[in-house]
């Protein structure tokens, strides 16, 4: 019945309310509006429902414009019947609530202006214009013409009477009324609360949306409802929030800076009372009404708002730190955004209170806080990474790392936290919720910091390693090692060669000598997870253009091999045999040889700091091996800030554009250094660091005083990994210093390619060579054969021991004696006096073998102008020929020679 009659209805009452001014029409048709709005709601009839509604709230003339200058007594009862059924049908009322609540929002305004109070003071906090009224007396000031209420024609008279005529409105009663709406929401159920809410929003939205007056009104109305209905189930608030959040999300933003300063400390205030509440296990409602914070933060770039969210949340954490569960996650998010800011006290303020929460409050409510510790470490790890406060960085790490002792500490904690985005079993849930945050955000900041930050990173990253490795799992170091070998990522700076130099020479240097540590202390559990990437990472420094790095990659082996070598398996010699081979070969400088001058022409005007530049190999290179430590160019020992690579100078110094060869020079010298250095790493693996130089120290003193028994004895035996390789693996090595020898050779002798290199740049004050490499390579080669033909364990391999010995110790005198340059053979000398000293202490029966070989070449040797200690060791020689092979009769004070 309704349904057909309704339309009729509504234009009986409308027209009765329009024309007529009788009051008792007038509440007739009102009282028939009223009726007719409640049946609807009754039966859900939403279409003749807003019909009605809006009828009703058009004649209200609050929704008008300039309906204000003529409201009558209809008109303020219709105001009245418009509260009337908001109070009566509020479940029902759907849509119907945007209509309502805008008249009750130009209610407000309508009121303000009968009471006389100026524009720029509604809601008190929005700036007015500068200023009192501006007008004639004659004319309505702008501020009420803006407002939408009144014309542009209106005169102060006509104020007053309007103010006059709209007085009963601002009536205790008509106050309370609409009051009631807003304390009467809690008696909404879940789905009229959650309309009601969105149009409420949406009236707010547009009093906002002013250019000139923006109103809060609405806003405030928000505020409040939120706290009459915070006793509502969770479920309802949830979706009240949603609406609600999202409303403050852009009110936040808002470009007006007092319009978000109130919607941040309206925020503020609901955040509290919140939180006062506490959280029920597994809800995560804070997480919800905390958010909008975080889109604050995100979007508005005011900093006087920026500060106030970071204050706010400040204030939270330090009065309601007991009761946060969920919003935890929320608190570091609007940290981790702060953290990246410039304004130092924004950046200041954020980082105290998340140092308080980690120092603090992990302590004291750590499972409560559990769920965000991944967050706490990543918004730290942030702080690092703000390059304007390099102290805030530093203490950020120290941080990280006080994080790691709560892992440590508590990781049962871990263990029994159970998340609904958790699919890891409950002992892999202290690595991937604990250790893994921490020290994959020390590898972000060593990634992205300048220097000083990420060797502080780097530092702590590896003493967390020593401290708790010892607490992880064989696939825990599987997963660690993927994150620390992007350090060595050498792809990170492809163009900017300065900074890529530095790169290398500082943080890949130093953590390559951490992860040996790091290995050598955990051997057990990492010789299967990680020896092989050690290896292939020394083989890709020993590759890369850089001097320091290169050394450092043999160093590192040398550092390996020698602290572990005890414990290596049969198939970890035969891998670190491979990787020593592997070095060699790729670093032999065959370019030396087969390098040719462009278009026959030699770079004769070429800078003169390029001169000293590329010196002999042999002098650059002669004291490098004084020590396992690292060492610059010029012999120094190497320091990280300040040591730089030769190759590196080079291409600083030399345009390569211009001068393309010079960055060829640059990567063969430093290939030279690589095969001087690990020929020394393969003697001090052997045979210990030192042991080799102390044994040609012994030798030239025992020539020097012509002792007669020469028995010298250095203690080799059980230092060097000479007893824990097989003689395959031994020959292995031996093969790469005998090639290393003969290419030194080579080109040593080649005088028209040294020559051409040398004119060409690749100069010193004398044409190169590669002495130190020539001489090297042979003296451990011998000492290698030596120590095998002495060796009782190792018969079956002595047959080959001779031969080798034989046919490198001939071929080595006969190299010596085509040597034309004195300097070339004072280099020998050492080589020399270790081989015959070597020679002179093996038993008659193999030394008649080696004496008939090398006869003729000794006796060629004794032209030349040799140093007296190599003449004195000559002579015993000859003097042990003439009695091992019966040519005289040994002299007394010949007789305590070894017969071994």
Known sequence: MFQLAWTPFLAAFSVGLQDCDDTEVASLCLEGIRCAIRIACIFNIQLERDAYVQALARFTLLTVSSGITEMKQKNIDTIKTLITVAHTDGNYLGNSWHEILKCISQLELAQLIGTGVKPRYISGTVRGREGSFTGTRDQAPDEFVGLGLVGGNVDWKQIASI?????????????????????????LD????????????????????????????????????????????????????????????????????????????????????????????????????????????????????????????????????????????????VFHLAASDQDESIVELAFQTTGHIVTIVFEKHFPATIDSFQDAVKCLSEFACNAAFPDTSMEAIRLIRHCAKYVSDRPQAFREYTSDDMNVAPEDRVWVRGWFPILFELSCIINRCKLDVRTRGLTVMFEIMKTYGHT??????????????????????????????????????????????????????????????????????????????????????????????????????????????????????????????VSGEFSSGSPSDAKEKLDTVSQKSVDIHDSVQPRSSDGRPYQPSTGTAVGEEMSKTRPTAKYPEQKLFAALLIKCVVQLELIQTIDNIVF??????????????????????FDVHVDTQDQGMYRFLTSQQLFKLLDCLLESHRFAKAFNSNNEQRTALWKAGFKGKSKPNLLKQETSSLACGLRILFRMYMDESRTSAWEEVQQRLLNVCSEALSYFLTLTSESHREAWTNLLLLFLTKVLKISDERFKAHASFYYPLLCEIMQFDLIPELRAVLRRFFLRIGVVFQISQPPEQESGISKQ
């Open 163 to 187: 103010q006059e005529s709209i007085g009963e409105t601002s009536s205790q009663s008509v106050v309370v009324a609409v009051d009631r709406i807003f304390t009467g929401s809690t008696r």
């Open 688 to 709: 210990f660091p030192a042991t080799s130089k102390k044994e040609d120290a012994e030798n030239l003193a025992a020539a020097q005083r012509d002792a007669v028994d």
């Open 472 to 597: 992880y799992e064989k696939h825990w170091w599987q997963d660690l090692f993927r994150i620390v070998f992007r350090i060595f990522d050498n792809m990170k700076l492809p163009e900017q060669q300065t900074e890529k130099a530095e790169w290398m020479t500082t943080t890949c240097n130093h953590a390559l000598y951490a992860i040996c540590d790091v290995f050598t202390q955990y051997l057990e559990v990492l010789s299967d997870v990680l020896l092989d990437d050690i290896f292939a990472q020394l083989y890709w420094c020993v590759q890369q253009d850089n001097e320091q790095l290169a050394r450092s990659g043999t160093n590192c082996l040398e550092n390996v091999v020698i602290l572990n070598g005890e414990k290596f398996t049969l198939e970890i010699w035969d891998k670190t045999c491979t990787c020593m081979l592997d070095i060699f070969k790729t670093t032999i400088p065959h370019a030396l040889l087969t390098w040719r001058p």
């Open 190 to 333: 879940g789905n009229a609360i959650v309309d009601f809410v969105r149009w409420l929003c949406a009236v707010s939205m547009d009093e906002l949306l002013s250019a000139t007056h923006p109103r809060m009104f609405s806003l405030q109305k928000i505020v409040e409802i939120s706290y009459y209905n915070m006793g509502r189930i969770r479920l309802q608030w949830s979706r009240i929030w949603e609406v609600i959040g999202d409303h403050f999300n852009k009110v936040g933003c808002n470009p007006n800076e007092d319009v978000a300063i109130f919607a941040v400390d309206s925020l503020r205030q609901l955040s509290m009372k919140f939180l006062e509440k506490g959280e029920l296990a597994n809800f995560r409602f804070q997480k919800d009404f905390l958010r909008p914070f975080e889109h604050i933060m995100k979007r508005n770039r005011s900093p006087t708002i920026r500060d106030m969210v970071v204050r706010c949340i400040a204030q939270m954490v330090n009065s309601q730190a007991a009761n946060i569960r969920s919003g935890w996650k929320n608190i570091f998010s």
